[in-house]
């Protein structure tokens, strides 16, 4: 998948990617698509709850090579 | 009428490293998920807000039964003890790669994290407001209530 914006949160914990993952929507524009990737096994459940919170969609949340990949769409 | 934004109202009443961590954590969470936050810092929370304090507090092997390893309370007074364990902690949560207290703090304030020192507890316990930290308020109990009447989740550490 494209992205607008890649976020590497490897190696950060709670709660880290989510506050990593928040400025980074805020810099993009609606409509476009942030690539984040976490270490941090919480973080799966964490960006579903952070996106349904905040109005933003998950296009996708996979592991992947040991790693947790996110496509977050900025909706608002 | 705008509804009111989700909040979270957060009460900080103790002092040592591992009840300084929840709140901060909880807080800027909430931040990044478009939510009011409001720490109110009271008793021996405020040592959270002393300048510099913030990545040494401790905690103490003694009476902590829940302590990953268990240390016997006879072991756990002994001098050097909470050092001990201190340091132990903290080198755990280096390992885990947890931000520390001074960060979160950090992050906080500049997320709009409302950090709001009990005027009461400093009166108290003598502490005056240059000891603390930039960046935070001095309330009271109706404060602390105000904030926490209106759609708010309400937790205390």
Known sequence: MNADQVLDCSGMSCPMPILKTKKAIDALQTGQILHMISTDAGSIPDVDAWAKKTGNEVLSSEAKDGKFVFFIKKLK | ?157
């Open chain 2, 1 to 157: 009428m705008e509804e009111q934004k989700s909040r979270i109202a957060i009460i900080a009443a103790h002092g040592t490293l591992d009840a300084a961590y929840p709140p901060l954590i909880l807080a800027t969470a909430a931040a990044a998920m478009d939510m009011e936050a409001t720490i109110f810092f009271t008793f021996y929370g405020l040592n959270i807000l002393k300048k510099g304090n913030a990545d040494k507090l401790k905690v103490a092997p003694i009476a902590n039964p829940a302590m990953p390893i268990p240390i016997p309370n006879i072991i756990g007074m002994l001098p050097g003890m909470t050092f001990a364990a201190t340091a132990m902690m903290n080198s755990w949560m280096e390992k885990a790669n947890v931000a520390k207290l001074s960060e979160l703090i950090d992050i906080a304030i500049e997320s709009d994290v409302k950090m709001v020192a009990c005027q009461m507890t400093m009166d108290v316990m003598g502490i005056k407001r240059e000891e603390l930290i930039d960046g935070i308020q001095i309330g009271g109990a109706a404060t602390f209530l105000e904030f926490a009447s209106k759609n708010a989740i309400t937790l205390t550490f």
